[in-house]
């Protein structure tokens, strides 16, 4: 049963929001597995398929860092929802898991937020070279519930 | 002995005081089936994370993906089809549809699918293209199996749903069934039994001085026991010694 249109969410006890995910993935399949995932665990999601729709998401580059609303509150009227977690694939055309990282890193009001990386690809470099750049955490794919369940109490967390 | 009018009306009247033994047995068809998908290695674990996502926010979650796996497949089986055929084959364009197969594949649990994947990475590296066609044909089989074999999974899937029944969920089991490289109806009592498990390349440890018979599908049977557990990396496989 859904609890409250606006929501993409299950919904929790309203008075801790529920996290907002920024779910980054070209494959089509995966994107609508981690939607999945995530909503079972009550989180809101936004789906983006290459790094530079996510980019744009996420205001980076453009107005949204000096945006006063967006710094005062976790819902801008021009800019949306906050964003409490970027979950990226790894292996993306054009730019990679890794590059988008790095510049929601390299960026002054996005670099807090915890950027997690998946891979179907379990290398050592490549997982090194992710954490050295400020990664929260590596995933194997496929994606499981379990995972996503440990990546919601980790952002709660933070939050608190 | 029942005439066929007598017969007809017997059924009925079962029918009458249980109104619900075709959904029951419906159901019953379908967990068998479903138990045969995961014990041949159609499918694995993953796609029962895909049964238990579905709720009633969204009752046809599984099938609206495994519909876009079945959508985006075919047009990756395409343009492999037509890459491979190119006069200079564009292997690193190969290897990132063959890597997007995999990639889906491997999420929905089509694991015959994803297995196949991994076998035409391996050949792409070499730049053989009629190696890779090959390997190709490997792929694109075991797609239109598992294609046929979800759709009627789901067929069944909504029969049940429509005669107001739920779906069982099968828990992929542990125990497989291995394929021995051994002759049918040949003894063995091995020292070293060589097992294999053609999808996932795991061996398993056979006690020593078991008595096993390959039977006539060529599968291997440890005394008393009718399957074997798979272990991950555990070491040795052996030759076995004809008795």
Known sequence: MNVGAACSSGGTNGIEQDPHVLAVDDNVVDRKLVEKLFKNSSCRVTTAENGMRALEYLGLGGDRQSCSSCQASDICPSHGLKVNLVLTDYCMPGMTGYELLKKIKESSHMKEVPVVIMSSENISARINKCLEEGAQMFIQKPLKLSDVKKLRCQVMQRRS | ?243
């Open chain 2, 1 to 243: 002995m029942l005439n066929v009018a007598e017969a007809q009306e017997a059924l009925e009247i079962e029918k009458i005081e249980r109104p619900d033994m075709d959904l029951i047995e419906m159901q019953r068809q379908f967990a068998e089936y479903s138990a045969s998908l995961f014990r041949e290695g159609f499918l694995d674990s993953q796609f029962t994370q895909l049964q238990q996502l579905q709720d009633e926010s969204n009752p046809d979650f599984v099938l609206e993906v495994v519909s876009l796996f079945f959508d985006g497949s075919e047009r990756l089986l395409n343009d492999l089809t037509l890459s491979l055929e190119q006069e200079m084959v564009d292997f690193k364009k190969v290897d990132a549809h063959v890597h997007q197969l995999k990639g889906s594949s491997s999420s929905i649990g089509a694991q015959r699918v994803k297995n196949a994947c991994i076998a035409f990475r391996n050949c792409c590296e070499l730049q053989i293209p009629e190696a890779c066609r090959a390997y190709l044909q490997q792929v694109k089989q075991e797609y239109l199996l598992v294609k046929n074999k979800l759709q009627t999974l789901l067929k069944m899937e909504q029969q049940i749903v429509a005669a107001g029944g739920s779906i069982p969920i099968t828990e992929c089991p542990e125990w497989i069934r291995l394929e021995c490289c051994h002759r049918p109806g040949c003894c063995y009592k091995p020292e070293w039994i060589r097992l294999e498990c053609c999808y996932r390349m795991e061996w398993i440890i056979s006690e020593s001085r078991m008595v096993a018979r390959v039977d006539h599908l060529g599968l291997m049977l440890l005394a008393g026991v009718d399957q074997a557990r798979v272990l991950p990396q555990a070491g040795v496989l052996l030759q076995a010694g004809v008795d």
